[in-house]
């Protein structure tokens, strides 16, 4: 059909709506026209399909019936819908007979041409085979009386309809013209002069909810307004499509009960705080689930900051033991809320939680979550989870974490050991005073005492609060710092940590501290970090092993999701529900204008700052040569002699009188040694380079002119902890220090001396180093389960012989 309006009248139809106009042309190609007056059939029931058609003007009805001559589908296309689905999909006779109740113009597609258009462009038929809208529908609890194949009924009666913050869906006094379930999105239901007392307005709903139903089951007006609060996008159901499904599913009129969510809300001890109005609020960003019978709500390891509330039917609740089996760990009923930890705290899951009946969820995220917060900030702190989770949130992120890293512990030192190293400051103190108080000519000796040993007592205060201990979820770290002379931090990733002892004696077991040892595979250097004095060890060294089964549990839920995704790409994605998270989408931001390029003064400070780089980014390396000041000390002597023969050099050719061809041959030789000295020294410091990649860490040396190389490379799969030093109050003040690598190889350890910003680089090396082995994981899991497809499809030609 060569019409040049062919691209725009295709593009009309939301199946169309993300073609481009290349792709809608080649679409074109296959479209004729074809018009039919009221009363007409199009197609009947059992006839071989032979066109797929678009339904461009009039309306269409499309009746089912089974063997006995009941209808058992009924669906109403319009102007932008599509009808003889099937069609394409599984080529079988028309399951229905449509009949035109509207004069329609069709844009009508053989049915070979179809299929070739379906070859050429595979989201078409994941539109048309609605399983992505099943899925959907599936989980919300509105139609869990429907058989599978009454969803895809119910999905082709339905459209999917958006709307924007802000727009208005229907107005108070109108007459109903369609029902409304929501998919994502937030809708507020109001009522202009309602009077006190009656029922509560507004109404937030959102996703899995549903409005519009009142008037509709008692024919009357619109009793409220209905109102885009966020961009909503909508399941709609005419009038005739809202009756056909009262019709299919008697239960229905029963579940058009929406489920109290303030009397759930109100229950728990998280939101019990709230008044009535701010209750009514928050109820606008929990959504409505369904999960059915042998639905995973979700798995141990997973990462889903989302609370939960059991409406109806039961739940079982599974852990992994140390010798990775599943048990079960509790059983939930109707009323029970759990997630409060990953609500608040971003973890991950430490069990796993299994319908056993039917259920019904009410959920909140956290970006939900935060989107109330947002808006009422006064009820954050009526908010109050267990006393445990309420501890950890006041552990505050630490600047060298990683955003989606969480600190689970931290902890200074036992007071035994401020009071162990306070002991002779404080006895030198109580002889300071008594000195002082002495009447006698010792009186300014007494009150010099009493000054130092009250600086040494609170020196060694302040040093005790200095150095701490961290658990996170991702690793153990142990700092040491003396303020403004020296800092460590020795660190090892939970995967790494091979034991965990604890030591205690006599006078540790009397007052409650001990030793614990966190032992890695390292050969070489650090092999463990150490916990010294540390009160109650034994809680210490559980939450490591907690944090330890969860980083594990995250692996094996890794594995499971390779295998679903094979069998998906085997035998094709099943059916399942599809809950989204967050229920409210938050508002993409305004993209920021993109920053003008560097000026000239810019680009000339770069080209100047050229010879002296400590720190470059390249492609997916990052690459550091040693500080500035280890560079002055190496050429500030060859430096202060090249200075000095210059300045002698030049007195000399500016003074007056005759000038002697030996003294100026004199200099140049003194100045030449001199400055191959200060450019060997230059160049030395330059070429001494350390550098990460996306998968390993390089040290190279190299003396000038190539009389010396050396390279030391390590992957990442064998470092085992990283730790930093900064060795004095100098390197403190500039800032630089030693990164210490250990391995588990025959490297042993590699060194970077002298970095810039050693906390910065420990960061770089453990950011790498965690996107490394997470994608090591996924290849190996690739890998391993490539085959899987095979495998089934294998199985099934033996079972059918």
């Known amino acids: 059909m060569a019409d040049a309006t062919i691209e725009e009248r ?9 073609f481009s106009q290349d792709e809608l042309a080649q679409v074109g190609q296959f479209v004729e026209e074809k018009t039919f007056p009221s009363g007409n059939t199009v197609f009947r029931q059992g006839e071989p399909a032979d066109f797929f058609y678009l339904v461009e003007e009039g309306a269409i009805q499309e009746t089912g019936r089974d063997q006995a001559g009941t209808v058992i589908l009924r669906r109403k296309a319009e102007a932008g819908d599509f009808v003889g689905r099937r069609l394409p999909l599984d080529n079988t006779p028309r399951r229905t007979t449509a009949t035109v109740v509207r004069g329609a113009r069709l844009l009508a597609i053989r049915a070979d041409d179809f299929r070739t258009l379906l070859a050429m462009f595979p989201a078409l038929r994941e539109q048309l085979d609605r399983k992505r809208l099943v899925n959907r529908l599936l989980a919300i609890p509105l139609f869990s009386a429907f058989s599978r194949e009454q969803l895809f009924q119910v999905a082709d009666l339905l459209r999917v309809v958006e709307y924007p913050a802000g727009q208005t869906i229907f107005r108070q006094g109108e007459m109903p013209d369609a029902f409304y379930v929501i998919d994502t999105g937030q809708v507020r239901e109001s009522v202009a002069g309602a009077a006190p007392g009656k029922q509560a307005w507004p109404k937030y709903l959102t996703a899995g909810s549903f409005f519009g139903r009142y008037s509709l089951l008692n024919n009357t007006a619109r009793r409220a307004t209905a109102e885009a609060v966020s961009d909503a996008v909508l399941f709609r159901f005419d009038v005739d499509a809202f009756r056909w499904l009262l019709q299919l599913q008697p239960a229905f009129r029963r579940a058009l009960r929406r489920p109290d969510l303030l009397g759930f809300l109100r229950q728990t001890e998280v939101f019990g705080r709230l008044e009535e109005a701010e209750l009514r609020h928050l109820a606008g960003f929990v959504g409505l689930a369904r999960f059915r019978t042998e639905d995973i709500l979700y798995r141990q390891g997973e990462m889903d900051p989302t609370f939960y509330i059991l409406c109806e039917g039961e739940a079982l609740v599974r852990a992994r033991d140390e010798e990775e089996r599943e048990r079960p760990r509790g059983y939930l009923k109707a009323g029970a809320s759990l997630g409060e930890t990953s609500l608040f705290l971003m973890e991950p899951r430490d069990v796993t939680v299994e319908a056993t009946t039917d259920t019904t969820w009410c959920y909140l995220t956290r970006q939900d979550f935060d989107q109330f917060l947002a808006l009422r900030p006064e009820v954050a702190g009526r908010v109050l989870p267990r006393r445990e989770v309420r501890i950890r949130r006041e552990l505050r992120p630490l600047a060298w974490m990683e955003p989606e890293e969480r600190l689970v512990f931290r902890s200074r030192r036992h007071w035994f050991f401020l009071a162990y190293r306070l002991s002779i400051p404080v006895i030198l103190l109580l002889v300071a005073l008594f000195v002082f108080l002495l009447p006698s000519r010792l009186t300014g000796l007494g009150f010099v005492m009493v000054v130092v040993s009250a600086l040494w007592v609170i020196w060694r205060v302040i040093d005790w609060l200095n150095d701490y201990y961290f658990v996170t979820t991702s690793r153990v770290a142990h700092r040491e710092k003396v303020l403004w002379i020296r800092e460590s931090r020795d660190e090892t990733p939970l995967d790494k940590v091979q034991n965990i ?202 003396l000038p002119l190539g009389f010396r190389t050396r390279r030391t490379e390590t992957r990442f799969d064998r470092i085992q902890n990283v730790s930093f030093d900064i060795p004095g109050p100098m390197a403190y003040v500039l800032n630089y220090g030693t990164v210490l690598i250990h391995t588990a190889g025959v490297e042993g350890r590699l060194d970077f001396v002298y970095v810039k910003d050693p906390r910065k680089v420990q960061a770089e090396i453990f950011r790498r180093l965690s996107v490394y082995e997470e994608e090591q994981r996924r290849l190996q899991l690739e890998e391993r389960w490539a085959d899987l497809p095979q495998w089934f499809a294998e199985y099934d030609r033996t079972y059918r012989s």
């Not at 650090?526 to 060294?541: E, G």
């Open 501 to 702: 002892n604890v030591d205690r004696g006599l006078i540790g077991n009397l007052f409650g501290f001990g030793t614990l040892f966190i032992d890695t595979a390292a050969t070489v250097g650090a092999a463990r970090v150490t916990f010294t004095y540390l009160a109650d060890p034994d809680t210490v060294q559980e939450i490591i092993f907690q944090q330890m089964t969860r980083v594990r549990a995250g692996e094996e839920l890794e594995r499971r999701q390779v295998i679903r995704d094979k069998l998906d790409e085997s035998v094709g994605a099943g059916i399942h529900p599809t809950v989204p998270r967050p229920a409210v989408p938050m508002a993409t931001p305004a993209t920021p204008p993109s920053p003008l390029g560097p000026g000239l003064v810019r680009q000339i400070l770069e080209l100047l700052n050229t010879p002296f780089w400590i720190e470059r980014r390249e492609d997916n390396r990052v690459t550091w040569r040693k500080h500035w000041i280890r560079l002055v000390g190496r050429v500030w002597l060859p430096g202060l002699i090249v200075a000095i023969l210059g300045l002698a050099v030049c007195f000399y050719l500016f003074s007056a009188g005759e000038k002697s061809l030996g003294i100026s041959l004199f200099f140049v030789g003194l100045l030449l040694p001199a400055l191959g000295w200060l450019w060997w020294n230059w160049v030395d410091w330059g070429n001494d380079l350390y550098s990460v990649t996306n998968d390993r860490i390089i040290d190279s040396e190299a």
């Open 10 to 18: 295709l593009n009309r139809f939301p199946l169309f709506r993300d």
